[in-house]
């Protein structure tokens, strides 16, 4: 056996670690945190239930169920062989099956044991590489490339645990070795899943090609889906280096990393980067995210969350996903050697932290500085059986902490068990690091798998490690210890009796087997009047390892002023229990006042009119039955007896020196003014006040009669008109404090029967009297504001009239009547000789009618007619007169008529008799 170094170390809670320096404290055990609140009982044992040389180095093993009993076991593949081990179901001894052999020279370097073809029975795929090179330590070697065949291997399982190569596809590699501390080990990579989602498993395999300056050219990650009982080339993502920095290698792993039930590609490229201060060397780390149909577009590019600058050296060697975080998302790890100091090489465990949607926030670090960790292999499980993934990993280091990596001196460190609690996020993480020497054989560990080999019920994965042997480590746990209670307080203190007064308690926990172990508390309450409660964690300090509770109550006044003692209870998940008390000191004390359910939150007022709310006093009600002040808040936010703004001015009346307590408000709205405010009143017994009342205050507003300008009481004017005269005039009217002015007029007319003139909206009246207007007119006018409110005045119209003409309405002979004569109109009457001529005239004056005139003057040029009369009676209604003319033969030649004779004409003029 060669002596190399190596070690394992277990992560539990799989936390990530900011970097300073990890120190380490052997013996001790501490519970750690992780953030969001992760915990474990740390501090398992390992149990070494079964180790067996297997006949050669195992570089890599995986776990299932192979033979179809109760697993898991195990499948270790080395050189030109895979072992088969079968579990007896307690994980406490192995039967040895079958011996797979290989071609000569082929070395597996990575292993995978899943259901291949879907038939219930696991089956194993091998990544194995052909004449490969080991150098010890001392050795370098030049940059040349060096080309090896890989080759895939599929390996049926026929249900009882015997296994034959089903299929196989080979791969020329490249591969290049170069300061062999940084890169021992290093090799390509190979990953399974049912990558296409139909039931099956695929892989991909990572592989390299030279480039023209014989470097590594290019860095492929090949997907061979499976189908039918072999596996073809379905995909290749091909990274080609675009500039003379090389590629140096690359790492693989499958997880659904965004959440849609797909799994994706998880990438490491590894090579260098050129800096202004030097070469550095950094894996470059990429998601490829699969459609669902097996195929994978590139998502995420996360170049350069793994690099600082120049003169550094990051030299990854594995990948792997979970939940390491605590927050529900799948974080990333990746593992490295991380050159320190120019030289000195220390180890680092990368997390890249996950966030919905598949995106991805900074780099915590594990910075594993002491004894220069070059950590390896990774395997993720749940060792501590809590929320979120834990994993452990093998590695390899130099304990004399001198900066040469290649003495081989001091290979061997005592055994650290410890934990390093940091002050500031995310918290914690606790380690267990198995040495060789110590709790391990002193041995070559190479590979490891998290798996529950001794299937407790408790779900506590255990350890196999592969290398000289294939050693199982069981997990054992110390038995859980009781939590205790550090202390139970309550605020204020003390509490007081009033029933309101909030008390919160505050209980303060721990256990010796870790925080998340406390599963909840009680506390007994029925001592001051409330119950038994049960509460769960509040909050929590990992560093300190201490819990918090917390609860509110109150104290009601029944409860007489004393010390009460509560007993306080805390459990853990496994059914221990602590015990502890909370002494609650309970006092009297003085109630405040409150506002009585009665007290009025609004009041109403009309505008202008002030009001008195009486018993103001029982507005309130003291609990305590004492006497009670009561204050109004000024305008300045001060407490007085008065309050006035641009709305209203509010005075607090007190009683009589007798009875000062009834109090009263005296309400007085500003003059026209109205809307919404408010008042605030409180009392006080002296030591407590009340809490304010508010009562909003809204002053209605009331509508103002408009008026007519230019009227007074009782509102008569006169307007002097005349006949057919245009007149034209305007009502004008006001409404000043509701300030509208629109106004709708109407009019009544109480001596007429039909309206003599309309009102335009705009108060216009329009209006030409006819002689049948002259007179007195009384015409009562309206002007309302539209809002309900009116006002009218009585006007007198006097129409007078120009001096009319009288006009005859009707000329009889006795036995023919002219009526309706239009002036200049001809009447006619046949006179017979011998007769006479007797005509009745009747003649109407309107100025007579009206008081104008007193009579009418007939006159007529037949005056000459032998026997003429004209007689008129004045007064006659209408006036009358009467010509009368006797028609004798002499004057023949006037009355033969037609056709001899013209006809007897002549005049008849009416005249006023008071007309010049």
């Given at each position: ?485 550090l202390r139970a307080t309550h605020t204020p203190l003390p509490i007081h009796n009033d029933g309101n007064e909030i008390m919160t308690i505050n209980i303060t926990a721990t256990d010796p087997d870790g925080w998340k172990d406390i599963d909840r508390a009680t506390v007994d309450l029925n001592p001051i009047g ?387």
């Open positions: 056996m060669r002596e190399r170094l190596t070690g394992v170390l277990i992560v539990m809670l799989g936390l990530m670690v900011f970097s300073p320096s990890f120190l380490f404290f052997p013996g001790e055990v501490q519970v750690e945190a992780a953030p969001g609140g992760e915990t474990t009982r740390y501090g398992f044992t390992p149990n070494i239930t079964w180790s067996v040389n297997p006949g050669f180095e195992v570089w890599a093993l995986d776990t299932g169920n192979l033979d179809g009993g109760s697993g898991p076991d195990i499948a270790a593949g080395g050189l030109e062989k895979i072992q088969i081990y079968f579990n007896n179901g307690q994980g406490t001894s192995f039967t040895r099956g079958q011996t797979i052999s290989l071609p000569t020279g082929e070395k597996i370097v990575r292993l995978e044991v899943a259901d291949v073809d879907g038939d219930g029975d696991d089956d194993i795929l091998a990544w194995g590489i052909f004449n490969d090179v080991y150098l010890d330590d001392a050795t370098q070697v030049s940059q040349t490339p060096t080309t090896r065949e890989f080759r895939f291997n599929y390996f049926e399982n026929d249900g009882s645990g015997t296994f034959t190569l089903k299929d196989y596809i080979t791969f020329n590699n490249v591969f290049v070795l170069v300061y062999h501390p940084y890169y021992q080990d290093g090799h390509w990579d190979m990953t399974a899943g049912d990558i296409d989602n139909d039931g099956d498993v695929d892989a991909v395999v990572v592989t390299g090609q030279t480039n023209s300056n014989n470097w590594v050219g290019s860095v492929n990650f090949t997907v061979l889906k499976y189908d039918n009982g072999s596996f073809h080339v379905a995909q290749t993502l091909k990274y080609t280096a675009t500039r003379t920095d090389p590629w140096l290698w690359g790492l693989a792993d499958l997880g659904d990393m965004n959440g849609d039930g797909y799994l994706d590609l998880l990438m490491v490229v590894e090579g260098y980067l050129s800096f202004s201060n030097g070469p550095a060397l950094f894996p470059r780390v990429y998601v490829q995210n699969n459609t669902g149909s097996g195929t994978f577009v590139t998502s995420l590019n996360l170049v350069g969350i793994i690099q600082t600058s120049g003169s550094r050296l990051v030299c990854s060697y594995d990948i792997s996903h979970g939940d390491f975080l605590g927050t529900g998302y799948t974080d990333i790890l990746v593992t490295s050697n991380y050159d320190v100091s120019g030289n000195m090489i220390s180890g680092m465990v990368w997390t890249i932290g996950g966030m919905a949607n598949g995106g991805f926030t900074r780099t915590f670090q594990i910075y594993l500085e002491i004894y220069h960790w070059g950590p390896r292999e990774i395997s993720v499980g749940r060792l501590d059986n809590q929320t979120g993934d834990d994993f452990g990993l093998v590695f390899w280091y130099d304990g004399t902490l001198d900066p040469s990596p290649y003495d081989q001196i001091n290979r061997w460190s005592a055994t650290a068990v410890s934990s390093r609690p940091l002050s500031y996020p995310p918290a914690a993480v606790a380690l267990r690091q198995m040495e060789p020497g110590r709790e391990l054989p002193r041995q070559i560990y190479r590979t490891i798998e998290v798996d529950n080999m001794d299937r407790d019920t408790a779900g506590y994965d255990d350890v196999v490690l592969g290398g000289d042997n294939v050693t199982v480590v069981l997990t054992t746990y110390p038995p859980p210890k009781p939590p205790r209670v409330d119950k038994l409660v049960t509460l769960q964690p509040t909050s929590s300090d990992p560093p300190s390892g201490e819990v918090y509770f917390e609860y509110k109550t109150t104290v009601a006044p029944e409860i007489p002023p004393g010390l009460y003692e509560c007993n306080v209870t805390i459990y853990d998940k496994v059914g221990l229990q602590g015990e502890g008390k909370l002494y609650v000191r309970v006092e009297q004390y003085n109630r405040a006042p409150i506002i009585s359910p009665s007290a009025p939150r609004e009041i109403q007022l009309y505008e202008d009119t002030p009001i008195y709310v009486e018993g103001v006093y029982d507005f309130f009600e003291d609990p305590d039955g004492d006497q009670m002040l009561i204050y109004l808040k000024t305008e300045s936010n001060l407490w007085g007896k008065s309050f006035a703004n641009n709305l209203i001015t509010v005075t607090l009346v007190n009683g009589s020196d007798e009875n000062p307590y009834p109090y009263s408000l005296h309400i007085q709205p500003v003059q026209d003014a109205h809307g919404t405010t408010r008042i605030t009143l409180k009392a006080t017994d002296g030591i407590r006040d009340s809490e304010e009342l508010i009562i909003n205050v809204t002053i209605i507003s009331v509508n103002d009669l408009p008026k007519i300008l230019g009227i007074s009481s009782p509102g008569k004017f006169d307007l002097l008109l005349q006949e057919g005269r245009p007149f034209y005039g305007r009502i004008l009217a006001e409404d000043p404090h509701d300030d509208n002015n629109i106004f709708s007029y109407y009019a009544e007319f109480l001596d007429d029967t039909e309206p003599l003139f309309r009102i335009s909206e705009e108060g216009e009246i329009r209006w030409t009297p006819t002689n049948d207007d002259v007179g007195t007119h009384r015409v009562m006018i309206y002007v309302d504001d539209m809002e309900g409110g009116n006002v009218s005045a009585l006007v007198w119209f006097n129409v007078t009239n120009e001096n009319n003409a009288p006009r005859i309405v009707s000329i009889s002979n006795g036995t023919y009547t002219y009526s309706n004569l239009a002036p200049g109109q001809v009447v006619e009457f046949t006179v017979y000789e011998h007769d006479f001529l007797n005509l009745t005239i009747s003649v109407v004056d309107e100025d007579i009618e009206i008081g104008e005139q007193t009579a009418v003057i007939f006159t007529s040029d037949l005056s000459f007619y032998e026997g003429y009369r004209l007689i008129y009676d004045p007064e006659a209604d209408p006036f009358t007169a009467s010509i009368t003319m006797k028609m004798e033969n002499a004057f023949g030649i006037y009355c033969t008529y037609p056709p001899e004779y013209p006809p007897l004409t002549g005049n008849i003029t009416v005249v006023d008799q008071d007309s010049s």
